[in-house]
């Protein structure tokens, strides 16, 4: 595929819509890659890396390992995924704490959106489609009422938390974030960014990495061979993870070092939660069509 800068331009922004999804925990990168049109050539950008690529890469045939893993793409993508991580992880978090009823409603409209255009994507409905959805629905509520963890910060530990939630990041529905919440690392791997701790960045990264290579290729075989069943079980994902973004909550518990949360019915910025959840439905709407217009 030949592509101009400004095209690679625009995927750095995508990128930069991924980084500030995957800041949120309760948000899946995966749902706005899927959003904006490039779900599946994120994951087969990611399976190219692989025994071949990293011996043209070590055997100095550059250029031939850049093309091999698609390397101006995914240049783009993380360099737009970094620009957000690092400029947004302060803006973020600030945000959650003191804002969290007008941050949820957005991405409740955002992913309560992204259901339904990635549901219009498979092609018929039946039982086994059906069935995939249920499942992938109940697995990913389950998820959201899980309790956190208190957990070690041995280094093989945050390898391991980068390797899990690195899988959930590229999945829709299931953030990667709420995962580490899970796991009892959100906050501190969130800390490692703000402070540039660079020990904990690098055992994570490396974590991630390998996770992020190996489990790209089970999903793109999946995408290749069962596409409809494997959508369904990511809407059912998006759809059960709406418990965890519902932007109204009470805390019930906060014994575990992260409070432990209950939705409850609208008690508080109720239009402003309403519009907020219209810009974020409005917005996915905006890119899909864009996505379409642009693959046309």
Do not use: Q
């Amino acid at each position: 595929m030949e592509r101009k800068l400004k095209d690679y331009a625009f995927i750095a922004l995508k990128g930069m819509g991924m980084g500030a999804a995957d800041v949120v925990p309760g948000v899946s990168g995966g749902t706005i890659a899927f959003i904006v049109g490039i779900y599946d050539e994120l994951i087969e950008t990611i399976k190219s890396i692989n025994a071949e690529s990293i011996r043209l890469f070590f055997t100095g045939h550059w250029a031939r390992f850049w093309e091999k893993i698609n390397g101006n793409f995914l240049f783009s993508l993380l360099l737009g995924i970094g620009i957000s991580v690092f400029s947004l992880a302060k803006v973020i978090t600030w945000l959650l704490l003191n804002h969290p009823i007008l941050v949820w409603s957005f991405f409740f409209g955002l992913v309560l959106a992204s259901t339904w255009f990635v549901g219009k994507d498979i092609k018929g409905w039946n039982w086994k489609t059906v069935t995939g959805f249920i499942v992938g629905a109940i697995v990913a509520y389950y998820i959201t009422v899980a309790t956190p963890a208190e957990t070690s910060t041995h280094p093989l530990f945050i390898f391991l938390c980068g390797a899990i939630a690195i899988c959930a990041m590229i999945l829709p529905g299931i953030s990667g974030s709420f995962i580490l919440v899970l796991l009892g690392k959100y906050f501190y791997i969130m800390e490692a960014v703000k402070t540039l701790d660079i020990k904990t960045l690098v055992i994570f990264g490396v974590g991630a990495f390998l996770g992020i290579t190996t489990f790209s290729r089970l999903l793109s075989f999946a995408l290749k061979h069962f596409r409809n069943i494997t959508l369904a079980v990511l809407t059912g994902f998006m759809l059960g993870s709406l418990n965890k973004v519902w932007p109204w909550k009470e805390i019930v518990d906060n014994t575990h070092g992260m409070p432990i949360e209950a939705n409850i019915l609208p008690n508080a910025y109720i239009g402003e939660a309403v519009v907020l959840m219209l810009v974020g439905f409005l917005l996915v709407y905006f890119l899909e069509k864009l996505s379409a217009k642009t693959a046309r």
